[in-house]
């Protein structure tokens, strides 16, 4: 019995039929027999793993015909092929290495297999997979761009090697967590290979200028996350029942959220959907600005068109294929198609069309309890902390940070709320050993980060003005030089700060430093845009899209880099660029992220107008109570800092010993991975002690202004506040809080204590109505950056 039922799917486009399928169809029989996959005898020791009738069965020209059903009969029998290759491949490391748990000869068999997509290879294919590999890599890369045969070289090696990754998590009985499985999906899944290939069908490369911006990689990413979900609920059954796989989304959101078979398929479905609607979005809202914004001429529009138009085929083809295909769980699914499928897909329609757009601005929500949150780590602090208080804030009214600016009559921060916010304590916790003038480095970096993103959406957010915020963003990097030459005149406090800080942080650093630090600004100040697009948009973001963007928007790269100022490290790039290693980073930056999200919720909920936090976009997404969706984010932080755990214990030592580093460089590597740790407690530490997010406090930097349309009535949701700064904390001299009230980065008794990196328990039955600790009101968030 099927263990649920097909949830109604999202197909807004209707599949067509390629009339040259049973073409297909006897040419690929033809050449997987000639390649030696229907004839185990060939080569000795190779179990069978299908015969023509299975092969027939499968019918991998019809899924071919359906998602290409424009190409012309020779590009539909050469990506069969591919097809049928892609397919083996998948069946015989199954048979051959996962249910044998021969992590080893997988590896082997891996490195020998890539190798047959090196120029000028002269290894001769030893089985059926080696054979079908170097045939279709000899008939489809001279056609293409050597930039497309880099991004297809990619693609298709991490196809093949994070196979390795799937079997390494059978071996250890380990599932893996919703954010770690859709990204790593991506990669072993084949999807992005997948949307490699649409440019050989479509015969329209996608211009190499473009690949990497926002909207090319929005489309890649959410084209691949809907063929693998949808793949995931057919194949369930299969998989969990006959193969023994838990790489599974279905499975992987049953134990997860700890709920039944039915509404795991459900939930995976509602992400299904909420993807193909991030892709609708990207093509009509950022394609045309990309396309004006990067002078593209009409051909290269229209390649870029044919082939978002290709992975919309894809989609809707692979729906109807997995239908039919014996491959999947389907029993029961509608086989037709025409007016009375039209007619079926209405509800799903109809269900999608107001996702993310009904969340109401301004909500009264009233403070957000926090569940049990306790430091990861043993909190460091670095002894210079005082110096470095003192200093940010004389820094900051240098800059002009206390002053009224264009667009904003009254200042953006006063001395008083940026002693509130005590952003020393984070730098003190994130940098514990570097010196007092890095510290102080560290310090200002924090108030400068956190101002502009208090000044972008203060001036560019109340009016809606994407223009302006993007003449703003396309201006910061003139203020970074990586020569470190001169710079404008600053038109505001945040270019001056910029300004000065670039010219202290970056002239001892080495070329490839500066330019990392470069890009980590410029990357966090961009993302502000895809905020404000969702501002504009009134739009909650799809909570894959959301996740991925925010590492950038609370800054998350500049930040880690803090504790770095002032010395190297000697370990190579090629650490750096493996996967492993941009795991363990992304892990730990969405802990950080995920924090701030629950302790920010009433600040930009309530108080701002914002439809950014990961709250909720997961209230929003599962439609659930507040109080249910921070448990869940909760869980998702703990188990981001669990997969952290692991990945240093073993992906990081794997590489260390691929790398053949020293003793020095292993030293190094300890190091680097102390800073990151050092980083998540300060995170939580600074968020548990600030009183950026004290509800009073808010209150009072709040109140009713010329400026701000209330949050009731017509018009209320075209407008987000501005913000009047007030005295909320009174220091005296010596920066002394006032008798009764909490000094600046200490925290009361009980609230904070370290846990055992092997105590990170993921407790999914938390409750969230437990009173705040000694009866306050949370105090919160890191320079939401």
Known sequence: MQPFELPEFYVPHPARLHPHLEGARAHSTAWA???????????????????????????????????????????????TDWYVWVFYFDDHFL??????????????????????????????????????????????????????????????????RESLWELSNISEARLANPIEYVEMRRRVGGAPWSADLVEVAARAEVPERVVATRPLRVLKDTFADGVHLRNDIFSYQRETETEGEINNCVLVVRHFLGVGPQQAADTVNELLTSRLKQFENTVFTELPILFAEQALDPAERAAVLAYAKGLQDWQSGGHEWHLRSSRYMNKGAAQGTGLG?????????????????????????????????????????????????????????????FEPVARHPVPIWTADYLAGMDLALCAETIAPDVSAEALELSTQWLAWGTYADDYFPGIFGRDRDMPG????????????????????????????GLADLWKRTAAPMSPGQREQFHHAVATMTESWLWELAGHIQRRVADPIDYLEMRR???????????????????????????????????????????TNDVFSYQKEIEFEGELCNGVLAVQEFLRCSRERAT????????????????????????????????????????????????????????????????????????????FRIGSSGLGASASAPAPRP?????????????????????????????????????????????????GETPRTDLPSM
């Not at 027939?56 to 009969?73: G, I, N, Q, R, V």
């Not at 079926?344 to 403070?367: F, S, W």
């Not at 105590?759 to 938390?766: F, Q």
Request: aromatic fraction near 8%; charge should be negative; proline fraction near 8%.
């Open 552 to 594: 950038r928007t609370f800054g998350s790269e500049l930040t880690m880099s803090l504790s770095r100022i002032g010395h190297g490290t000697d370990l190579p790039p090629e650490l750096f660029a493996a996967r492993g290693m941009r795991e363990l980073e992304a892990a730990a930056m969405d802990y950080g992220t995920l």
């Open 469 to 496: 915020a993007r003449a703003f963003c396309a201006r910061v990097p003139l203020f970074m030089p990586l020569d470190c030459g001169e710079t404008p005149a600053p038109a505001n406090p945040v270019e001056a």
């Open 33 to 79: 027999r000639r390649m030696g996959m229907l004839d185990d005898t060939r080569d000795p020791g190779t179990p069978e793993i299908w015969d023509e009738a299975e092969l027939d069965a499968h019918d991998y020209p019809l899924l071919c015909a359906y998602t290409h059903p424009d190409c012309s009969p020779a590009d539909l029998e050469l990506i």
């Open 341 to 401: 499928m039209a007619a079926a897909r209405v509800p799903a329609l109809l269900k999608a069309a107001d996702k993310g757009y009904v969340h109401v601005p301004y909500e009264r929500v009233g403070p957000t309890r926090w569940p049990d949150f306790a430091l990861p780590y043993p909190a460091r602090t670095n002894p210079h902390g005082e110096r470095a208080r003192r200093r940010c804030v004389t820094w900051c009214a240098e800059m002009g940070m």
């Open 726 to 774: 007030r005295a909320e904390v009174h220091r005296g001299e010596a920066g002394q809080v006032r008798a009764g009230q909490v000094r600046a980065g200490q925290v009361r008794a009980g609230q904070v204590r370290a846990v055992p990196a092997d105590d990170l328990r993921c407790d999914r039955e938390r409750s969230c109505d437990r009173p705040w600790p000694s």
């Open 95 to 160: 048979e051959v290495y996962k249910r044998t748990r021969d992590q080893e000869g997988a590896r082997a068999y891996l490195d020998r297999l890539a190798a047959f997509m090196e120029p000028g290879c002269a290894l001769e294919p030893a089985n059926a997979a080696e054979r079908g590999l170097a045939d279709l890599w000899a008939r489809t890369v001279p056609a293409m761009s050597d930039a497309w045969r880099r991004r297809f070289t990619e693609s298709t090696d991490a196809l093949l």
């Open 631 to 706: 448990a869940i984010v909760a869980d998702l932080r703990t188990a981001r800092l669990r997969q952290f755990e692991h990945l240093a214990a073993t992906e990081v030592p794997r590489l260390a010993d691929a790398l053949g580093l020293d003793d020095a460089a292993r030293a190094s590597l300890d190091a680097y991975l102390q800073e990151i740790r050092d980083w998540m407690t300060g995170v939580l530490k600074w968020h548990m002690g600030t009183n950026r997010y004290n509800e009073m406090v808010l209150r009072r930097r709040y109140a009713p202004s010329p």
